[in-house]
């Protein structure tokens, strides 16, 4: 079954420690990214990655680290969490036709 | 660039009803569009897709939507709603080969009246 999985689903964390969000897809894709959704805002992009050591911004990169050390992981870290990253994350993983959701992580930083 | 705008945040309909929510894009180049539904507490589920040929689109649960070039429209229908309906839906232009950058519309929290 084509699956994107991201752990943890929900966490509550303090300004400042570092978090990473994993990220991994078992449908050989080349593509993947992170997204976060707000509350009247859709999802917007932070990060993408057409390929193994390929990454790039995307419209809301500030704060976020990613890296594509393997092609089905893509872990999204924050280096120094601050409340207004206080969000619903998705990771995607995407062929030429489609891209893939997984069930987002709940992230609360206090 | 491109972008997305979803007229209408928040749309209520009885049940039995038609269904129509609108989107509207924006692409210097053709687009891939898509349609997403997302439940309460869960991930982003694909209903449809137009990538190219038909211009008229079916997905599933008995919604489609059509492209329509000259107005830049990719507004999605369902004849008769559903109480199982209720979601917010979500549309994306792409324009990446990939489909790695997905610009999303802000949403519309569509709300079936019994």
């Known amino acids: 079954e084509a699956q994107v999985t991201q752990n943890p689903r929900y966490l509550i964390t303090v300004t400042g420690k570092k978090l990473t969000v994993t990220c991994s897809q078992n449908m050989n894709h080349e593509y993947m990214s992170w997204y976060r959704q707000d509350p009247g805002l859709g999802l917007r992009q932070i990060y993408y990655?057409?390929?193994?050591?390929?990454?790039d911004k995307g419209d809301v990169p500030e704060g976020y680290k990613v890296s594509r050390k393997e092609k089905r992981n893509f872990p999204l870290i924050l280096e120094s969490p601050s409340p207004n990253q206080t969000s619903l994350y998705f990771c995607?993983?995407?062929?030429?036709?489609?891209?893939?959701f997984g069930q987002g992580t709940r992230l609360t930083v206090v | 660039a491109q972008s997305v705008t979803q007229l209408g945040s928040h749309v209520s309909v009885s049940e039995g009803a038609l269904v129509l929510l609108r989107c509207n894009y924006s692409s210097s180049v053709p687009p891939y569009l898509f349609w997403y539904v997302q439940y309460p507490n869960q991930g982003l589920q694909l209903l449809l897709k137009y990538t190219t040929g038909a211009t008229l689109v079916k997905g599933i649960n008995g919604f489609e939507a059509e492209f329509k070039k000259s107005e830049t429209s990719f507004h999605l229908t369902k004849p008769s709603a559903h109480m199982s309906d209720a979601a917010e839906y979500f549309c994306a232009v792409s324009v990446g080969f990939g489909n790695e950058k997905l610009t999303f519309g802000t949403g519309t929290r569509l709300t079936i009246i019994p």
């Open positions: 990655s057409m390929n193994v050591e390929v990454t």
């Open positions: 995607a993983s995407a062929s030429a036709t489609e891209a893939f």
